[in-house]
């Protein structure tokens, strides 16, 4: 490794350096990422937008260590991922709470399954750990639903809880897969605020990958553009509103036009796509 990577590692808490990906082998190979490199501060919240199939999810799996690299290097805390397992929080489209549970004990899952939270949990922090469960419930508004069963709360219940869920073991690193995006639209601003705090009380580093511009614009300090065949990120934007934001800013003329901006870039890549094939 040379000196300069050395350098940038100090200050990007994930980089990741001539990553390609590729799926599949001989005539049905998928290149799904073309040689990427992207850094994100410790702390720092980015979100990944751009047409469907155009590697998105594949860079949240290759952080996560969920997958190789085909080429390049993904480093998580200036460790090579795959060296020393991160401490990970995830939330899906899907809130995927066990139905068998109620809210209080599908949020502690990961504190039971988790090393080094396993072993305390198992010991001695039980009471400590259902303080910290009550706090995250009641930030993100479901104070008194931790005996409830998934079946019997909303969809946005749902999210708030896998949200609290992904939180509860103050995980490093926080990847959110379109988390918000079979919410109805009021429920999901409701979310971007409940995000907002968490990110903003908690702070961990977060990857959202979304298909809602606004939502980037909302939640994220920068925003990432990608095209498809192959994956690549074609734009990296600071987003310099101040927090916390509200959806009332959405409708600010620098707002709409960031918005507008990163739609002209995914359509124009999207038709240059469509031109080649
Ligand atoms: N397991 C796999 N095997 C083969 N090809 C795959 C696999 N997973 C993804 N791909 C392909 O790799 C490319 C990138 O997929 P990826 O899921 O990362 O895109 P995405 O931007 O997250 O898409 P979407 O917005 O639709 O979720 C796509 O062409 C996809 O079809």
Redo the contacts with the bound molecule.
Sequence with gaps: MTTEVDAALDRSYVQLDKVTHT??RGE?Q?R??DETDLRIDKGDFIALV??????????L?LVTGLMEASTGYVFVAGREVGAEPVRVGMAFQNPTLLPWLNLRDNVMLPLKIVPPFRQDYRAKRKTEFRDRIEALLTQVGLAGFGDKYPWQLSGGMLQRASLCRALIHEPQLLMLD?PFGALDQFTREELWAIMQELWMTHRPTVLL?T?DLKEAAYLANRICV?A??P?RIIDDSVVPFARPRTVAMSYDPEFVSLTQHLRELIVSARTTVEAQS
Excluded: D
Aim: charged content about 20%; proline content about 4%; overall charge positive.
């Design positions: 799926y599949g049905r998928v799904a990422l751009g047409p469907s199939g155009c590697g998105k999810s594949t860079i799996k379109e990958v298909h990608m498809a065949r994956g």
